[in-house]
């Protein structure tokens, strides 16, 4: 039920949507969804404007939005900061399966999900959205993890970014950071995210190859342009051939070199396939469909992939009360970016999200399966750790009800909800929005998907090497149909493939580097889609 003095404001920055507009419900409007709102203009300064709009839209479009209390308890404009009012807005909403907020973290102000993008929205170059998913970076181009406490390495480069042109690699060891040697967990944890994950313009790094070679390099942050393909092969199993592929990220321009890699794949008569999604913290529901297609058994085609479901509120007002709301102040973008228009039916009118049906049942918001390329699969592993989310668990969700489906390393962070941005003045709002469930409607994995074989990775190995341990498990698999290695197997197995070295457990692990790189983007954007 709607709040008889709930607030309505928009404030915008957006083209001809106006710069700030507001309204008020009046006490006289009957409660619930079927009454659109009477209006007043409301009073306040900008600040407080943008701190009213950053919880009346959360009122609408936050998925868990029946958690939030009415304005007046909310009290937006008491917070200090915008980021302190969204951290608020977000741990209402508790998990019966936990007891804890969705959007519960061990780290107090940080929500789970819901971020806000200040680049994009007053400058339109880069930001944090658009260098995790958008196919473009302005950074160093690598990243790092503990291997142990005193064991920091690269865990990967993107290739043509400033560290792959100074040499850098997977399974580099990091001794010296601008001078520094102490790089012991946890006490080098706040100068490495600054010093490597900050805004400085360059670092100089010591450190030993993958050979055990001393180097030195002064990486320059530069843009670059995402590749996150970052390492393929072919490996010949016994009578099999197993495809492997390390993907980083869903961004909307990988398409095409994502096809063209499994059409090599199925020329080479790959019949199992290895995803490494070890880092892949989503991206573009685009770009994971289409990786999902090219996947999936070809007998699925025309059947349900996956359903987006958005709030009960969204789904049950009528496109009228759409229209009233503050949902007809926000432009419809395409995947470009771009303002959409309607193609017929009214001249020269921008489309809103007031345009949308929010329903399940509408077909805008069903996936369907459609078969791309010719590979034929009989079974796919999933390389997966607490890194991988959104889009990631998007596609093993998608794919488990329909082949063979194998997760191995540890359980993933847990997203299956997605959003689009809320421009607000001069910030982007990502909130949780819509959720996703299978063809089964299976979803709700808020505390990640559960591996088949659970195992820290090895940080010391190159991508592809048949050591390394996560890979070696699944070629394991691949040869003898289980993860344990007896000596029958061991024997029927290349050296090279059986090499499982001991490591700190899970959890040592999961300590020693969730606090590295605390932005890191983990999401699933999608673009709403109206058929005009």
């Given at each position: 039920m709607r709040n008889k003095k709930f607030i309505y404001l928009?404030?915008?920055?957006?083209?001809?949507?106006?710069?700030?507009?507001?309204?008020?419900?009046?006490?006289?409007?009957?409660?619930?969804?079927?009454?659109?709102?009477?209006?007043?203009?409301?009073?306040?300064?900008?600040?407080?404007?943008?701190?009213?709009?950053i919880f009346l839209y959360g009122k609408e479009l936050y998925y868990w939005n029946t958690s939030l209390p009415t304005y007046e308890v909310f009290n937006p404009r008491g917070f200090s900061s915008n980021e302190a009012e969204l951290y608020a807005m977000t741990q209402y909403s508790l998990n019966p399966s936990t007891g804890k907020p969705y959007e519960y973290t061990n780290t107090p102000g940080d929500p789970k999900y819901s971020f806000f993008d200040y680049t994009a929205a007053t400058t339109g170059k880069t930001g944090v959205l658009k260098a995790s998913a958008n196919g473009s970076a302005n950074d160093y181009g690598f990243s790092v993890q503990y291997n142990n406490e005193t064991d920091l390495r690269v865990k990967y480069v993107y290739p043509n970014s400033p560290a792959a042109q100074q040499g850098l690699t997977r399974g580099c060891r990091i001794t010296g950071v601008n001078g520094r040697t102490d790089l012991t967990y946890p006490g080098a944890v706040n100068?490495?995210?600054?010093?490597?994950?900050?805004?400085?313009?360059?670092?100089?790094?010591?450190?030993?190859?993958?050979?055990?070679?001393?180097?030195?390099?002064?990486?320059?942050?530069?843009?670059?342009?995402?590749?996150?393909?970052?390492?393929?092969?072919?490996?010949?199993?016994?009578?099999?051939?197993?495809g492997y592929i390390v993907f980083?990220?869903?961004?909307?321009?990988?398409?095409?070199?994502?096809?063209?890699?499994?059409?090599?794949?199925?020329?080479?008569?790959?019949?199992?396939?290895?995803?490494?999604?070890?880092?892949?913290?989503?991206?573009?529901?685009?770009?994971?469909?289409?990786?999902?297609?090219?996947?999936?058994?070809?007998?699925?085609?025309?059947?349900?992939?996956?359903?987006?479901?958005?709030?009960?509120?969204?789904?049950?007002?009528?496109?009228?009360?759409?229209?009233?709301?503050?949902?007809?102040?926000?432009?419809?973008?395409?995947?470009?970016?771009?303002?959409?228009?309607?193609?017929?039916?009214?001249?020269?009118?921008?489309?809103?999200?007031?345009?949308?049906?929010?329903?399940?049942?509408?077909?805008?918001?069903?996936?369907k399966f459609a078969k791309s390329g010719s590979l034929t699969l009989n079974r796919v592993y999933f390389i997966v750790s607490d890194y991988t989310a959104s889009a990631s668990e998007l596609t093993i969700n998608s794919l488990k009800p329909v082949m063979d489906v194998k997760l191995i390393g540890r359980t993933t962070y847990g997203k299956p909800v997605g959003f689009f941005p809320i421009r607000i003045d001069?910030?982007?709002?990502?909130?949780?929005?819509?959720?996703?469930?299978?063809?089964?409607?299976?979803?709700?994995?808020?505390?990640?998907?559960?591996?088949?074989?659970?195992s820290a990775e090895d940080l010391t190995k190159a991508w592809g090497d048949e050591k390394e341990t996560l890979l070696s498990y699944a070629l394991l698999y691949a040869k003898t149909g289980g993860f344990v290695t007896t000596a029958t197997k061991t024997a029927s197995l290349s050296t090279s493939t059986t090499v499982m070295p001991a490591k700190l457990s899970v959890a040592e692990l999961r300590a020693l580097d969730e606090k590295l790189d605390p932005n890191g983007f983990k999401g699933m954007v999608m673009t709403p889609h109206k058929k005009f």
């Open positions: 928009v404030v915008l920055g957006f083209l001809s949507f106006g710069a700030i507009t507001g309204c008020r419900k009046s006490n006289d409007t009957p409660e619930g969804p079927e009454t659109p709102p009477v209006v007043t203009p409301p009073n306040g300064t900008r600040d407080e404007l943008t701190k009213d709009s100068f490495l995210n600054s010093a490597i994950f900050g805004t400085n313009p360059a670092v100089t790094l010591a450190y030993n190859d993958i050979a055990g070679n001393a180097k030195t390099a002064v990486i320059t942050s530069s843009l670059y342009t995402i590749n996150p393909i970052l390492f393929t092969n072919v490996y010949t199993v016994g009578t099999k051939k197993v980083n990220s869903f961004t909307d321009n990988a398409t095409a070199a994502i096809s063209s890699v499994f059409a090599g794949f199925a020329t080479q008569g790959v019949s199992e396939l290895i995803v490494d999604l070890r880092y892949n913290g989503g991206g573009y529901v685009t770009t994971a469909t289409d990786m999902i297609n090219l996947i999936a058994p070809a007998g699925e085609t025309g059947n349900t992939m996956f359903t987006s479901y958005y709030n009960n509120y969204l789904q049950s007002i009528t496109t009228a009360q759409r229209k009233a709301s503050v949902l007809a102040h926000q432009p419809l973008l395409d995947d470009g970016g771009k303002l959409q228009t309607f193609t017929s039916g009214v001249n020269g009118k921008y489309a809103t999200y007031a345009d949308l049906n929010y329903s399940p049942t509408a077909a805008d918001n069903i996936e001069k910030v982007d709002m990502y909130i949780p929005e819509f959720e996703t469930k299978n063809k089964l409607g299976v979803g709700g994995y808020y505390s990640g998907l559960t591996v088949d074989k659970e």
